[in-house]
């Protein structure tokens, strides 16, 4: 597989074309961002981190019967996937109340959400990702509604998967954001899953062992990350 053409580059992570138009090369960078680019950070080992953690997770939840993108790792910060037709959603699925669903509705942080919330975002930086229904999306086009409606399907076995996996490593999942896009017609869960996009604490002392140790300036993000990782049975080396 001969990667070429840089595709796209986004905050954490680059996209290339290969020799085969089906096929992407995604590479994991150390860049860190949050609050919509205002905080910058250089992390080391954070993409080697992170593409070893998406791998891990996208071939569990494969074995689990979800479609995505991932297809193999080809270094410590690249991975082959395949090339999908995205939607410019977000689904947000909430299992415990953190972030902005605290700050848009008064919740106290760590209110276990039962059922769990399923949100969506526009995938819009210039204004700020706002949330968005089916009605939205339906109407300005962004996916049809049977996608959708796989999208929210796949979103939600995706946390029945994910609960357990976490739990049984002694980590809450608080919540998290999955991408989706079309291969061939079918939905398929794109993008990564990895703390950068998700919530984790440590179900017995609530430690927080994702992104928010970066953007609320707490220290060792890297070594959360690893943390993670080495409680599921990742080898980073």
Avoid at 70 to 99: Q, Y
Avoid at 186 to 210: H, N
């Amino acid at each position: 597989m001969e990667k070429r053409e840089a595709l796209y580059a986004g905050k954490a992570k680059s996209v290339y074309t290969t020799d085969d138009p089906d096929r992407m090369v995604m590479v994991f960078r150390d860049d860190t961002s949050a609050f919509d680019g205002k905080k910058v950070e250089q992390l080391d080992r954070k993409g080697k981190v992170n593409n070893k953690f998406n791998a891990f997770i996208m071939q569990k939840l494969e074995a689990a019967g979800i479609p995505t993108h991932f297809e193999a790792l080809l270094s410590d910060t690249e991975s082959l996937v395949k090339r999908l037709d995205m939607m410019p959603i977000e689904c947000v699925v909430r299992n415990v109340a953190a972030g902005s669903l605290c700050r848009r509705l008064g919740i106290e942080e760590g209110l276990d959400l039962i059922p769990p919330t399923f949100e969506m975002f526009l995938k819009n930086d210039a204004l700020g990702d706002p949330m968005v229904n089916e009605s939205h999306i339906a109407t300005f086009g962004w996916a049809e509604p049977e996608h959708i409606e796989t999208a929210k399907a796949l979103t939600f076995k995706t946390n029945d998967v994910l609960k357990t996996l976490f739990d049984d490593a002694g980590l809450l999942l608080v919540d998290y954001k999955l991408e989706f896009g079309l291969y061939q017609g079918q939905v398929v869960l794109g993008d990564e899953f990895s703390p950068d996009g998700c919530r984790l604490w440590d179900k017995q002392t609530r430690t927080k062992m994702d992104k928010d140790r970066f953007r609320q300036g707490l220290g060792g993000v890297i070594e959360a990350y690893e943390e993670v990782g080495h409680r599921l049975g990742i080898d980073f080396d």
